[in-house]
């Protein structure tokens, strides 16, 4: 057990190590983070920063000796430098984990192969023939580059001629995987912890809500059958173990109408369709994912109250054009006795990024979707 008091490193410094870091704290350890960028999300609130390229093999080592237990909160990392710190530092989950997810390639072969529901998908190769892996696949369908993907970046859904020229204008010279369109009945989400000491706990499902591929709203309770939750955790208990993760794993599932449940993506760290555990559930996902990493016992899942998270995009501030004329009306979200706002201490806003969320609890998930909706809307 790594306890409190010890120091905690975090590869990446966005807004999931800012929320981890508080976490964190909260608990007695120093947080230690390394992130390529300076001024991010997460230094900010950190006893300590590196500013160094993830390749800097040599400030990563020095970084990572200075901890007692190192993780991640990004998904892009490079996983060649972390083997040659394997020796010298203890990091969760192991590399492995990330090699496998941060690739959708990598991570639909997995899921294939290990026999976990997932959506059809084609491999191709850069160079392949994309189109004629379009056409083989059919339409409609979503061709996605195999790395570096987030927020629906580096996908195109192909459902025409003019559709399908543009995919393969923009990704003929990368590998890409293509998946059949599926026209589900709702987006779900499982985030489950493991421990070090093999202790499992899955938090409560939550249905998320996208909009132009980045994730709108968050609702808890998930508006399924209790059927549908006790399988779509059932199925993240099993992959959490069978993927062999030490911390936190996110699984985006998607509900077709025949009642399936497959899987989209996994995430081996906190993830936005849980920040609602902030402020509505016994234990955060960070403080779950501290639990998980430093082999404590883990904390009640259980959640106190429905709500429904909302991001908040640099889209809310008032643009004209490119330039910014005015800040979101942050006093419709304070004024509500029962919404909570977190902001990412982002200097940019930018259309598109995440520079916050806000929560609100009601007695039901409709009425705190109905009360979310309107404070979005005045935002
Ligand atoms: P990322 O979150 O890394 O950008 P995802 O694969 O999760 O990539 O895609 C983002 C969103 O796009 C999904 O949450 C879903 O709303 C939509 N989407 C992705 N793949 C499909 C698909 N095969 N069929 C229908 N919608 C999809
Ligand atoms: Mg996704």
New binding site residues.
Partial sequence: MISPGKTIGVLGGGQLGRMFAHAAERLGYRVHIYEPEANGPAGEVSAHEVNRPYTDVEALADFVRACDVVTYEFENIPVAPLWEIEKLAVLHPHWSVLETCQNRMREKTWLRKNGFPH?PFAEVEAGDDLAAAIRRIGLPC?V?TADF?????G?IKVSDDASLAKAVASFAKQRCVI????D?KC?LSVLVARSGTGEVKAFPVAENI?TR?ILDFSIVPARVPAEITAEAEKLALAIVEKLDVVGLLAI?LFLTDRGEILV??LAPRPHNSGHWTLDACVTSQFEQHVRAVCGLPLGDVSAVAPVVMVNILGDAWKWQGDKITGEPNWKAVLEHPRAKLHLYGKREPRPGRKMGHFTVTAMTADAALEAARKLKARL
Avoid at 149 to 153: H, T
Avoid at 179 to 182: G, P
């Fill in positions: 959506v979503v996605k993907g987030y927020d629906g970046k996908q998946e059949k369109f599926i589900f987006e996208h591929h985006e989209n993506e």
